[in-house]
């Protein structure tokens, strides 16, 4: 059974910092490209952050390069989100993503976890 786990969300102050971890199971994590989504209250979920599964090339919105920073430990399974410089817009539900596209069938496995919530708030 495929799960993904998010942690670490929570109230930080403007110009703080939080890490977000992704535990994932049930799946071969090594293989697949881990993102990063968010979700603010009455917009569209965005991608933020990607990590490839080969090469760990990276790539971010432009709204958060800079400030944000992800990275993956393929042993444990896990994915992170580094958020520095946090901002009130950062304010948002983060989602953690796995996707795989099978290279002869281009069959796309696509898995998500529950959200966790970030505020950025005074």
């Known amino acids: 059974q495929v799960q993904l786990v998010e942690s670490g969300g929570g109230l930080v102050q403007p110009g703080g910092s939080l890490r977000l971890s992704c535990a994932a199971s049930g799946f071969t994590f090594s293989m697949y490209t881990m993102s990063w989504y968010r979700q603010a209250p009455g917009k569209e979920r965005e991608l933020v952050a990607a990590?490839?599964?080969?090469?760990?090339?990276?790539n971010y919105a432009d709204s958060v390069k800079g400030r944000f920073t992800i990275s993956r430990d393929n042993p444990k399974n896990t994915v992170y989100l580094q958020m520095n410089s946090l901002k009130p817009d950062d304010t948002a539900v983060y989602y953690c993503?796995?996707?795989?596209?099978?290279?002869?069938?281009?069959?796309?496995?696509?898995?998500w976890g529950q959200g966790t919530q970030v505020t950025v708030s005074s």
């Open positions: 993503n796995a996707e795989w596209v099978h290279v002869f069938t281009n069959r796309k496995y696509d898995y």
């Open positions: 990590s490839t599964s080969a090469g760990g090339s990276t």
